[in-house]
């Protein structure tokens, strides 16, 4: 079975950093593509990442520049290191494997002062 | 960027009714479109992908098709569990990009 658990949301203040993780189990996250999206509270879903197993990331305009993905493929695991943080980013990011086949539970992060 | 429009953003439907929801891509995007559902409060869940198949477990009465830019999902007999809101998403193309939503409420 395919699990996803994401952890690393915070309350940050605006200018801040944060990294997320997601851990998976029951497949590789070497072997699929991996993306996350997030959800402002009250919004609808935002894509904001994907990473190729070849190492190929593609971002959404809104983060380009501040977020970066990545994959540690010896932890099953999926990053997203953020940076810059504006109050505009607060929002539930979730993981989700290839065109968001499997989603995990989401982590909230709030940038605020 | 292509732009996915939604249509209705909001419906009030019985149990039992048909419903319909359609997905307008702002240019073609083959079929590389998915729909999700997230009922409130609860993760999203991929219903379909590449626009027509059905995600393995979920119910046989939700079906997708469409090609190009016109997609459609339909519900053949509403069911009290399938109140939600509905996305599509467009993975044809970077950014990729997900409808505003279709919330279905109960009439």
């Known amino acids: 079975e395919v699990q996803l658990v994401e952890s690393g949301g915070d309350l940050i203040q605006p200018g801040g950093s944060l990294r997320l993780s997601c851990a998976a189990s029951?497949?590789?996250?070497?072997?699929?593509?991996m993306t996350w999206v997030r959800q402002a509270p009250g919004k609808g879903l935002e894509w904001v990442s994907v990473?190729?197993?070849?190492?190929?990331?593609h971002y959404a305009d809104s983060v380009k520049g501040r977020f970066t993905i990545s994959r540690d493929n010896s932890k099953n695991t999926l990053y997203l290191q953020m940076n810059s943080l504006r109050v505009d980013d607060t929002a539930v990011y979730y993981c989700?494997?290839?065109?968001?086949?499997?989603w995990g539970q989401g982590t909230l992060v709030t940038v605020s002062s | 960027d292509i732009q996915m429009t939604q249509s209705p953003s909001a419906m009030s439907a019985s149990v039992g009714d048909r419903v319909t929801i359609t997905c307008r891509a702002s240019?073609?995007?083959?079929?590389?479109l998915a729909w999700i559902q997230q009922k409130p409060g609860k993760v999203p869940k991929r219903l379909i992908y590449?626009?027509?198949t059905l995600q393995s477990g979920v119910p046989s009465r939700f079906s997708g098709s469409g090609s190009g830019t016109e997609f459609t999902l339909t519900i053949s007999s509403l069911q009290p569990e399938d109140f939600a809101t509905y996305y599509c998403?467009?993975?044809?193309?970077?950014?990729?990009?997900f409808g505003q939503g279709t919330k279905v409420e109960i009439k």
């Open positions: 989700a494997s290839g065109s968001v086949g499997d």
């Open positions: 029951g497949f590789s996250v070497s072997s699929d593509y």
């Open positions: 990473t190729y197993s070849d190492e190929n990331t």
């Open positions: 240019q073609g995007i083959s079929k590389y």
């Open positions: 590449t626009a027509s």
């Open positions: 998403l467009q993975h044809y193309s970077y950014p990729w990009t």
